[in-house]
Nanobody, 129 residues
Framework: QYQLVESGGGLVHSGGSLRLSCAASGFTSGPYAIGWFRQTPGNEREAVSCIASSTGSTYYADSVKGRFTISRDNAKNTVYLQMNSLKPEDTAVYYC??????????????????????WGQGTQVTVSS
C-alpha cells in the first residue's frame, strides 16, 4: 500500500525557516506528481507547491513564491518543502499528496487538491509574530 508520511512541522518565529519532509513508502508505477497543500480551520485546503517526477517541473502558489522551495530525493523516496521567511499567515496544517503526473499538462493546471488521491496525515506549522 502506498503511503505518505509528513514530518518537520513545528513552531517558529516570523522570519524563521522550516523544512518539511514527505516520505513515500510502498510502490507507485509511472510518472507521478507530489504536492504540498495547507489548510486552516474553516477554510478549504489550498495548493502550496507541486513537483512532477518525470520533468522535475515545479509549481508555486503566488503567496509562497521566492520563499518556499520544493525538491525531491529519489533515492530516499522523499520530497521536501523548504520554507524560508515564514509569516504568521503561513500557519496551517501542511499535507503532502501524490497522484499520477499528467504528461503534457502544466502543473499550473492540476496542482489542486481535487486532483490528488493519496494523502498524508498532515503536519502542523505554526508561525508566531
Amino acid at each position: 500500500q502506498y503511503q505518505l508520511v509528513e514530518s518537520g512541522g513545528g513552531l517558529v518565529h516570523s522570519g524563521g525557516s522550516l523544512r518539511l519532509s514527505c516520505a513515500a513508502s510502498g510502490f507507485t508505477s509511472g510518472p507521478y506528481a507530489i504536492g504540498w497543500f495547507r489548510q486552516t480551520p474553516g477554510n478549504e485546503r489550498e495548493a502550496v507547491s507541486c513537483i512532477a517526477s518525470s520533468t522535475g517541473s515545479t509549481y508555486y502558489a503566488d503567496s509562497v513564491k521566492g520563499r518556499f522551495t520544493i525538491s525531491r530525493d529519489n533515492a530516499k523516496n522523499t520530497v521536501y518543502l523548504q520554507m524560508n521567511s515564514l509569516k504568521p499567515e503561513d500557519t496551517a496544517v501542511y499535507y503532502c499528496a501524490e497522484d499520477e503526473e499528467y504528461l503534457g499538462y502544466s502543473l499550473d493546471y492540476y496542482c489542486v487538491p481535487s486532483q490528488f488521491r493519496v494523502w498524508g496525515q498532515g503536519t502542523q506549522v505554526t508561525v508566531s509574530s
